[in-house]
C-alpha cells in the first residue's frame, strides 16, 4: 500500500513537471524569436477561421508550428483580423498575433492628383488592383477630393469613393464657413464649380488667387468667363482632355459648359479642384485683372484692361512662333 502511494506521488510530480515544462516550452515558443529567416507578405483573407490562419502562418514559417500559434491565440482571447500583413524576419508568434490582433495591414497608397475628372478618379480606382469590388455608380462631378489616400488590400472600391465624397463635403463646408466677404457666389456649390475651373486653368499654386480673383472680377462685372478647360470639358463629354487642340469653331460650339458661349458658371464642376483652389475662390487677391493669358513660362500675365491684354497675347503668340 505504501509503495502504491508512493508511485502515485511520483507519477503527480511528474505529471506537474511535465505540464509546467510544456507551459514553460510553449511560452517560450510563443514569445521567442520565430522561424522565418526572411520578411514575408501574408494575405489572410476574410472569414478565415483561427486554425486555417494557423496554418497558414505556419506553411508560411512566421510561425514554428500551428498549435504554438493557435494555443497562444486562444489563451489569450485575441479576435484576429483579416487582411494583408507584412511580417518581418524573425517576429515571434505572439508579436504575430498583436500585428493581426490590431489590424497592422500593409498600407497601400493611391494618390489622386488635384484637377482630375471623376472619369478618371474612378478609372485610377478601377485600376486598384489591391481594392475589391466595384465602383458601382458614377459620382457627381468635382465631388471626390484629390489627395492621397491611405488603404488597405481589400477595401471595397464604393467605400473608397465614398470617403472621397464625405472629405470633399467636409472640406467645402469648412472653407465656405470661413470665406471672404462680398463673393458673387451664392452656394458652396457655386465655390466648388469655379474652383474646378481654377484648377483646370492653373497648376501653379502661388497663381490660383490671381486666377480666381479674375473669373470673380468677370463674374460681379457680368462678363464671360472664357475659358479653355470649360470647353474642352464639354467637347469630351466629363473626360477633361482633347487629343487636338481647340479650334474657334469649338469655341462657339454650344454645349452647357462652353463659357464662351453661356453667361456665368458652368452647369456643374469640370473636374475635381483641390483644397489650394477652393481656398483661392473662397481668399481670391486682391486685384482689378479681368484676363491672364500664358506667358511663356508656364504661369500667366494678368491685364485689368483689353488692351493690355492684347498686348500679352501678342507676346504669347511671338513666343509660340520661336518655339514651332
Known amino acids: 500500500m505504501r509503495l502504491l502511494l508512493k508511485a502515485s506521488v511520483v507519477l503527480a510530480v511528474l505529471l506537474v513537471a511535465a505540464i509546467t515544462f510544456a507551459a514553460l516550452e510553449g511560452h517560450r515558443r510563443f514569445t521567442?524569436?520565430?522561424?522565418?529567416?526572411?520578411?514575408?507578405?501574408?494575405?489572410?483573407?476574410?472569414?478565415?477561421?483561427?486554425?486555417?490562419?494557423?496554418?497558414?502562418l505556419a506553411a508560411e514559417r512566421v510561425v514554428p508550428d500551428p498549435?504554438?500559434?493557435?494555443?497562444?491565440?486562444?489563451?489569450?482571447?485575441?479576435?484576429?483580423?483579416?487582411?494583408?500583413?507584412?511580417?518581418?524576419a524573425a517576429i515571434s508568434p505572439e508579436q504575430a498575433m498583436r500585428m493581426m490582433a490590431e489590424?497592422?495591414?500593409?498600407?497601400?497608397?493611391?494618390?489622386?492628383?488635384e484637377g482630375?475628372?471623376?472619369?478618371?478618379?474612378?478609372?485610377?480606382?478601377?485600376?486598384?488592383?489591391?481594392?475589391?469590388?466595384?465602383v458601382g455608380r458614377k459620382p457627381a462631378e468635382g465631388s471626390l477630393l484629390p489627395e492621397t489616400w491611405h488603404l488597405s488590400r481589400g477595401d471595397e472600391r464604393a467605400?473608397?469613393?465614398?470617403?472621397?465624397?464625405?472629405?470633399?463635403?467636409?472640406?467645402?463646408?469648412?472653407?465656405w464657413a470661413g470665406r471672404a466677404a462680398n463673393l458673387p457666389l451664392k452656394s458652396p456649390e457655386e465655390a466648388l464649380v469655379?474652383?474646378?475651373?481654377?484648377?483646370?486653368?492653373?497648376?501653379?499654386?502661388?497663381?490660383?488667387?490671381?486666377?480666381?480673383a479674375v473669373f470673380l472680377n468677370r463674374l460681379r462685372d457680368g462678363m464671360r468667363l472664357q475659358s479653355d478647360p470649360t470647353v474642352i470639358y464639354g467637347l469630351s463629354?466629363?473626360?477633361?482632355?482633347?487629343?487636338?487642340?481647340?479650334?474657334?469653331?469649338?469655341?462657339?460650339?454650344r454645349h452647357p459648359w462652353n463659357t464662351y458661349a453661356n453667361d456665368g458658371l458652368p452647369p456643374t464642376p469640370i473636374a475635381n479642384p483641390g483644397r489650394a483652389s477652393i481656398e483661392a475662390v473662397l481668399h481670391p487677391a486682391a486685384t482689378d485683372a479681368l484676363y491672364?493669358?500664358?506667358?511663356?513660362?508656364?504661369?500667366?500675365?494678368?491685364?485689368?484692361?483689353?488692351?493690355?491684354?492684347?498686348r500679352n497675347v501678342a507676346a504669347w503668340r511671338k513666343i509660340e512662333r520661336a518655339r514651332r
Open 67 to 88: 498549435w504554438t500559434f493557435l494555443i497562444g491565440v486562444k489563451l489569450r482571447g485575441a479576435a484576429l483580423k483579416a487582411g494583408e500583413y507584412a511580417f518581418p
Open 103 to 113: 489590424g497592422r495591414t500593409v498600407i497601400h497608397k493611391l494618390t489622386i492628383a
Open 159 to 175: 467605400e473608397v469613393v465614398t470617403r472621397m465624397e464625405k472629405a470633399m463635403r467636409q472640406t467645402l463646408e469648412q472653407a
Open 32 to 56: 521567442g524569436s520565430g522561424p522565418l529567416a526572411e520578411p514575408v507578405t501574408v494575405v489572410i483573407a476574410k472569414g478565415s477561421g483561427l486554425q486555417a490562419v494557423a496554418r497558414r
Open 194 to 212: 469655379l474652383a474646378s475651373v481654377v484648377e483646370r486653368e492653373t497648376g501653379i499654386k502661388a497663381e490660383r488667387p490671381m486666377v480666381a
Open 237 to 253: 463629354d466629363g473626360l477633361g482632355v482633347l487629343d487636338r487642340p481647340l479650334t474657334r469653331a469649338d469655341l462657339e460650339a
Open 116 to 134: 482630375l475628372t471623376v472619369r478618371q478618379v474612378t478609372a485610377l480606382v478601377e485600376g486598384a488592383g489591391f481594392l475589391a469590388g466595384e
Open 292 to 310: 491672364f493669358v500664358a506667358d511663356g513660362t508656364g504661369g500667366h500675365a494678368f491685364a485689368r484692361s483689353l488692351d493690355e491684354h492684347n
